[in-house]
């Protein structure tokens, strides 16, 4: 149980750090970086409490049940793996943290910029620790959502907007194609448990679905972590803040298609098709990388293409489907995410100081800035594979292994292209380091104001490049009893480390280190002139080929589109409508049968005829006066009425309640919307379309009549409703069964239904945001000129009356909120009763009057609502129960007797802050859109 609540603890602390600074955005810096840095130091805390037993062999799982009819349960684990990626996404994490509090500027807002960290922190977590394939995805989803956020960070540059749509559309697209894999993994291995699945390998390699679960596996896998063709995203993500590139693209997020492969090593490696597959994107990746690396000029772009590189090695090294190379891969990941985290905090310290990152710009900095020299290059050496680095050992290690894997059945080929790329990354690696802190400067201004920033910037690489340098001077000290376990767990077998030491004599691992240290000399020497050849070729640009893909298939979408969907609503509706009665006509015609059943029906009383009647003439007047939209919207709100007064003749009056409730917010709302229109609309359709309508709504009214009519004149059919009725009370502890069956049977439903409420509330805010501007708002201005005003904007008796009403409409919502689990009432009818009591203000008192005196916003009651119901749930998944599950019990105390407490009051004060929010967003933009459109036209009649 310990172990399970630290692992809990443990995935949930990015999260809940991300909330509290999201809740506190205009607080101070130092108190956005201090509970990020907080949760990550107290996270890495939790991990080394359970780093003894896990390198002991053991794994520590925490398993809650959440969906288990789809196989989805909330189950994390931590083997020797998942300890070493936690490991590097916690405590680099935290060294981000802290360098971000001092590289970002004073005004730029930290808030949004911490939170987003602290919740890609949270997802990159979950992917490393979780315990089921299907959690494991939606955590891989969320990493490309607050990647997104992160990269699009700075809104008002266009790159980093093109960046972080560009991240998004390549790494969610491969994410589909994951989803795909990972449901037929699971499928073909008889369960969503990943230790299951890891122990079913010889079953997934036997199906003959494993080709298509390997393609579309390694498509997620090569996406996510920017393999060929998928790379080019890694560059255009550079557009975010260099802390962003120091934690997503060298130690995190391109980390996790490395780590997956890893993961399921034991499942799809050792094939033919694997091993083909996978060795020849991850070398091809390794040297196109490498070679565009060494002619890019942007300090962050030359970054960018090594960690490419650096990412095909490591693809590369999981595709031989060897043991020892895995090992070597292991080995590389330590060391890869602490010296490219160490050199791109230098990037950005060079950029923060000197103000470019055109390396043809700069030169000689080691002079001005020589702690950061001494930092980037003991990291750019490690880049390079140059001892007495960690990145010396990870490079002999790949290059011994290349020989042992003849690819294309050429015994030479894979060493050849594994020393070209080692080649061209000791290139780059010497001309970042050369070029810029070393020779004369190029140009004397960046030159004169660069320093070493405080110890604030440079201590977090300072520490990756010690790290950097300590796992090459002690690896068997620091790293090889880790390394060998994560390699035991990557491969499923017994792994005895290798000797992790410089010298092991004189091999052809050695002689092609050699090649490829003297080649990258040589291409640091003859730079220039291989710059000019390279920039001659004119070689095709990713971004313009992926643009011009984007735009073809937009196009061919639009034009599907616009063939298979008019642009005409009323045409829409009318297929839709056809389509409806087609539907019923056949299932009548071939279902057979008679129309009556042998069920007897009831006399109608005389209330019952006048409501129907009612019913018929609104409905008739609605269709007859559709010029005159007020008296349209009065025959409208008489349906309404009569449908209540239906529920409560037949015995509902949950469902009365809440009727009547949803007419007068909705009449009201569309009094205000009727404001903003003109007085009269536009003829809608000519004689002869309104007889085909006209024709087509009566054979759909008598065919809908008539299906209503063959099923309440048989006998009912065995329901579900005795099963609630007979449980209401003992599983739910409420008398009032509708609200037990909304807020605990389907209480999942329920908050579905909510979620989908308040994004469309947040929809009518946008929709209506633009309304005051432009054409749009120039139509609104001409029609509220033609609308006569009363010279008594305000009335005495609705003002008196409204003040009245309030108190007393509020006290009748809060009753019905405190009563709904056992008498008619709830959250949803309490919700909108309050919120008339509010429509009321505003109609009675104007827009400006009431809104001076409101204490709440509409979106954060949006957002409070929905995690308010969905904590209730999370909540019983920390009980031991599943997500959602209601608790009551029955308490005593005097002068007021037993009284009842449940959980479902919680989740029912979510409903009832989601669906207030919801209907007051869309009063207070229907409110006050007038209000804008005039300060629009005085804006613009005043720049005139």
Same mark, same amino acid.
């Given at each position: 149980?310990?172990?399970?609540?630290?692992?809990?603890?443990?995935?949930?602390?990015?999260?809940?750090?991300?909330?509290?600074?999201?809740?506190?955005?205009?607080?101070?810096?130092?108190?956005?970086?201090?509970?990020?840095?907080?949760?990550?130091?107290?996270?890495?805390?939790?991990?080394?409490?359970?780093?003894?037993?896990?390198?002991?062999?053991?794994?520590?799982?925490?398993?809650?049940?959440?969906?288990?009819?789809?196989?989805?349960?909330?189950?994390?684990?931590?083997?020797?793996?998942?300890?070493?990626?936690?490991?590097?996404?916690?405590?680099?994490?935290?060294?981000?943290?802290?360098?971000?509090?001092?590289?970002?500027?004073?005004?730029?807002?930290?808030?949004?910029?911490?939170?987003?960290?602290?919740?890609?922190?949270?997802?990159?977590?979950?992917?490393?620790?979780?315990?089921?394939?299907?959690?494991?995805?939606?955590?891989?989803?969320?990493?490309?959502?607050?990647?997104?956020?992160?990269?699009?960070?700075?809104?008002?540059?266009?790159?980093?907007?093109?960046?972080?749509?560009?991240?998004?559309?390549?790494?969610?697209?491969?994410?589909?194609?994951?989803?795909?894999?990972?449901?037929?993994?699971?499928?073909?291995?008889?369960?969503?448990?990943?230790?299951?699945?890891?122990?079913?390998?010889?079953?997934?390699?036997?199906?003959?679905?494993?080709?298509?679960?390997?393609?579309?596996?390694?498509?997620?896998?090569?996406?996510?972590?920017?393999?060929?063709?998928?790379?080019?995203?890694?560059?255009?993500?550079?557009?975010?803040?260099?802390?962003?590139?120091?934690?997503?693209?060298?130690?995190?997020m391109v980390k996790a298609g490395v780590f997956l492969l890893a993961r399921l090593w034991p499942v799809l490696a050792g094939t033919e098709a694997y091993t083909l597959i996978v060795t020849t994107t991850g070398l091809v990746t390794m040297v196109l990388g490498a070679v565009v690396a060494l002619f890019r000029h942007d300090l962050k772009s030359i970054?960018?293409?090594?960690?490419?590189?650096? @990412?095909?090695?490591?693809?590369?090294?999981?595709?031989?489907?060897?043991?020892?190379?895995?090992?070597?891969?292991?080995?590389?990941?330590?060391?890869?995410?602490?010296?490219?985290?160490?050199?791109?905090?230098?990037?950005?310290?060079?950029?923060?100081?000197?103000?470019?990152?055109?390396?043809?710009?700069?030169?000689?900095?080691?002079?001005?800035?020589?702690?950061?020299?001494?930092?980037?290059?003991?990291?750019?050496?490690?880049?390079?594979?140059?001892?007495?680095?960690?990145?010396?050992?990870?490079?002999?290690?790949?290059?011994?292994?290349?020989?042992?894997?003849?690819?294309?059945?050429?015994?030479?080929?894979?060493?050849?292209?594994?020393?070209?790329?080692?080649?061209?990354?000791?290139?780059?690696?010497?001309?970042?380091?050369?070029?810029?802190?070393?020779?004369?400067?190029?140009?004397?201004?960046?030159?004169?104001?660069?320093?070493?920033?405080?110890?604030?910037?440079?201590?977090?690489?300072?520490?990756?490049?010690?790290?950097?340098?300590?796992?090459?001077?002690?690896?068997?000290?620091?790293?090889?009893?880790?390394?060998?376990?994560?390699?035991?767990?990557?491969?499923?077998?017994?792994?005895?480390?290798?000797?992790?030491?410089?010298?092991?004599?004189?091999?052809?691992?050695?002689?092609?280190?050699?090649?490829?240290?003297?080649?990258?000399?040589?291409?640091?020497?003859?730079?220039?002139?291989?710059?000019?050849?390279?920039?001659?070729?004119?070689?095709?640009?990713?971004?313009?080929?992926?643009?011009?893909?984007?735009?073809?298939?937009?196009?061919?979408?639009?034009?599907?589109?616009?063939?298979?969907?008019?642009?005409?609503?009323?045409?829409?509706?009318?297929? &839709?409508?056809?389509?409806?009665?087609?539907?019923?006509?056949?299932?009548?015609?071939?279902?057979?049968?008679?129309? &009556?059943?042998?069920?007897?029906?009831? &006399?109608?009383?005389?209330?019952?005829?006048?409501?129907?009647?009612?019913?018929?003439?609104?409905?008739?007047?609605?269709?007859?006066?559709?010029?005159?939209?007020?008296?349209?919207?009065?025959?409208?709100?008489?349906?309404?009425?009569?449908?209540?007064?239906?529920?409560?003749?037949?015995?509902?009056?949950?469902?009365?309640?809440?009727?009547?409730?949803?007419?007068?917010?909705?009449?009201?709302?569309?009094?205000?919307?009727?404001?903003?229109?003109?007085?009269?609309?536009?003829?809608?359709?000519?004689?002869?379309?309104?007889?085909?309508?006209?024709?087509?709504?009566?054979?759909?009214?008598?065919?809908?009549?008539? @299906?209503?009519?063959?099923?309440?004149?048989?006998?009912?059919?065995?329901?579900?409703?005795?099963?609630?009725?007979?449980?209401?009370?003992?599983?739910?502890?409420?008398?009032?069964?509708?609200?037990?069956?909304?807020?605990?049977?389907?209480?999942?439903?329920?908050?579905?239904?909510?979620?989908?409420?308040?994004?469309?509330? @947040?929809?009518?805010?946008?929709?209506?945001?633009?309304?005051?501007?432009?054409?749009?708002?120039?139509?609104?201005?001409?029609?509220?000129?033609?609308?006569?005003?009363?010279?008594?904007?305000?009335?005495?008796?609705?003002?008196?009356?409204?003040?009245?009403?309030?108190?007393?409409? @509020?006290?009748?919502?809060?009753?019905?909120?405190?009563?709904?689990?056992?008498?008619?009432?709830?959250?949803?009818?309490?919700?909108?009763?309050?919120?008339?009591?509010?429509?009321?203000?505003?109609?009675?008192?104007?827009?400006?009057?009431?809104?001076?005196?409101?204490?709440?916003?509409?979106?954060?009651?949006?957002?409070?609502?929905?995690?308010?119901?969905?904590?209730?749930?999370?909540?019983?998944?920390?009980?031991?129960?599943?997500?959602?599950?209601?608790?009551?019990?029955?308490?005593?105390?005097?002068?007021?007797?037993?009284?009842?407490?449940?959980?479902?009051?919680?989740?029912?004060?979510?409903?009832?802050?989601?669906?207030?929010?919801?209907?007051?967003?869309?009063?207070?933009?229907? &409110?006050?859109?007038?209000?804008?459109?005039?300060?629009?036209?005085?804006?613009?009649?005043?720049?005139?």
């Amino acid at each position: 149980m310990a172990d399970a609540l630290t692992l809990l603890t443990l995935v949930a602390l990015p999260f809940v750090a991300a909330l509290a600074i999201a809740l506190v955005p205009q607080a101070p810096r130092a108190v956005h970086s201090g509970i990020a840095a907080s949760a990550s130091a107290l996270g890495l805390g939790l991990l080394g409490t359970l780093a003894a037993q896990v390198m002991g062999g053991a794994v520590p799982t925490a398993t809650f049940e959440w969906v288990p009819t789809l196989g989805l349960d909330l189950t994390l684990m931590v083997d020797p793996l998942g300890l070493m990626f936690a490991g590097l996404i916690l405590g680099i994490g935290l060294l981000v943290v802290i360098f971000a509090h001092s590289y970002l500027y004073v005004d730029e807002p930290s808030g949004r910029f911490f939170a987003s960290l602290m919740l890609f922190q949270g997802a990159m977590l979950g992917i490393v620790i979780a315990g089921n394939v299907l959690l494991l995805l939606v955590f891989w989803e969320l990493t490309s959502l607050a990647s997104f956020l992160l990269i699009g960070f700075w809104q008002h540059k266009p790159e980093a907007r093109q960046g972080a749509r560009m991240a998004l559309a390549v790494t969610g697209g491969g994410g589909l194609a994951l989803i795909g894999g990972m449901v037929l993994l699971g499928m073909v291995a008889g369960s969503f448990d990943l230790a299951t699945i890891l122990a079913r390998g010889d079953m997934v390699r036997a199906s003959p679905h494993y080709p298509v679960i390997l393609g579309l596996i390694l498509i997620g896998c090569f996406t996510k972590s920017a393999q060929f063709p998928f790379h080019f995203w890694l560059l255009h993500a550079m557009a975010a803040p260099t802390p962003v590139s120091a934690y997503l693209h060298s130690a995190t997020m391109v980390k996790a298609g490395v780590f997956l492969l890893a993961r399921l090593w034991p499942v799809l490696a050792g094939t033919e098709a694997y091993t083909l597959i996978v060795t020849t994107t991850g070398l091809v990746t390794m040297v196109l990388g490498a070679v565009v690396a060494l002619f890019r000029h942007d300090l962050k772009s030359i970054l960018a293409y090594s960690t490419i590189s650096q @990412l095909g090695m490591l693809v590369m090294l999981l595709g031989f489907s060897l043991e020892a190379a895995a090992l070597a891969a292991v080995l590389h990941i330590l060391n890869h995410a602490a010296f490219k985290a160490a050199l791109f905090m230098s990037a950005g310290i060079v950029e923060h100081e000197t103000g470019t990152r055109d390396i043809r710009r700069l030169g000689g900095l080691a002079k001005a800035m020589p702690l950061t020299a001494l930092i980037a290059t003991l990291a750019a050496a490690s880049m390079a594979g140059l001892p007495p680095m960690g990145g010396f050992i990870s490079k002999e290690l790949m290059l011994y292994q290349t020989p042992e894997l003849a690819l294309f059945g050429v015994p030479w080929l894979l060493p050849a292209l594994a020393t070209l790329g080692a080649t061209f990354s000791v290139g780059y690696s010497l001309r970042l380091a050369w070029h810029l802190f070393f020779g004369t400067p190029r140009e004397v201004e960046p030159f004169s104001r660069a320093h070493d920033p405080g110890a604030g910037m440079w201590a977090s690489p300072a520490i990756l490049t010690t790290l950097a340098a300590l796992l090459g001077l002690v690896p068997m000290t620091l790293a090889a009893p880790l390394v060998g376990a994560v390699t035991a767990a990557v491969t499923g077998s017994d792994v005895r480390v290798v000797d992790l030491a410089f010298w092991h004599g004189i091999n052809l691992a050695l002689i092609l280190s050699l090649i490829a240290v003297v080649g990258g000399a040589l291409l640091l020497r003859y730079h220039a002139g291989l710059l000019v050849a390279w920039e001659r070729a004119q070689l095709p640009d990713a971004k313009r080929m992926f643009e011009a893909v984007l735009a073809h298939a937009d196009g061919a979408v639009r034009k599907a589109i616009t063939a298979v969907h008019t642009p005409s609503l009323q045409r829409m509706l009318l297929a &839709s409508f056809v389509v409806i009665v087609f539907l019923v006509i056949e299932g009548a015609l071939v279902g057979g049968g008679s129309l &009556s059943g042998a069920r007897a029906g009831q &006399s109608a009383p005389a209330p019952a005829i006048i409501a129907w009647a009612l019913l018929v003439a609104a409905t008739a007047a609605v269709v007859a006066d559709t010029r005159n939209r007020l008296r349209a919207l009065i025959f409208v709100s008489v349906i309404g009425l009569v449908v209540s007064l239906t529920f409560v003749q037949f015995s509902a009056p949950d469902l009365a309640l809440t009727q009547i409730s949803v007419e007068v917010v909705t009449v009201l709302l569309l009094l205000l919307a009727l404001n903003l229109l003109p007085k009269g609309p536009p003829p809608l359709s000519r004689a002869p379309r309104k007889w085909r309508d006209g024709a087509l709504a009566i054979a759909g009214g008598v065919l809908v009549g008539g @299906l209503a009519w063959a099923m309440l004149t048989r006998e009912p059919v065995p329901s579900i409703a005795a099963y609630h009725i007979a449980n209401a009370k003992p599983g739910g502890g409420g008398t009032n069964i509708v609200n037990v069956i909304l807020v605990d049977f389907r209480a999942f439903d329920t908050l579905g239904e909510i979620i989908v409420l308040g994004i469309a509330g @947040l929809a009518i805010f946008a929709l209506l945001d633009t309304t005051a501007v432009g054409a749009a708002g120039a139509r609104l201005r001409a029609w509220r000129e033609d609308t006569p005003h009363s010279p008594e904007r305000h009335p005495m008796m609705l003002l008196a009356a409204s003040r009245i009403i309030l108190p007393l409409t @509020l006290t009748v919502g809060i009753y019905l909120f405190l009563r709904g689990h056992n008498q008619p009432g709830g959250g949803f009818i309490a919700a909108l009763v309050v919120a008339i009591a509010f429509l009321v203000q505003y109609l009675a008192a104007g827009f400006d009057w009431s809104e001076q005196r409101r204490r709440f916003g509409e979106h954060q009651l949006i957002g409070w609502g929905v995690l308010t119901a969905m904590a209730t749930g999370l909540g019983a998944m920390l009980l031991g129960a599943p997500f959602l599950t209601s608790w009551f019990d029955y308490f005593h105390l005097p002068l007021i007797g037993t009284f009842e407490l449940a959980s479902a009051m919680l989740f029912d004060a979510g409903v009832f802050l989601t669906v207030l929010g919801a209907v007051m967003l869309a009063l207070a933009q229907l &409110s006050h859109i007038a209000q804008r459109a005039a300060r629009a036209a005085s804006a613009g009649e005043g720049e005139q």
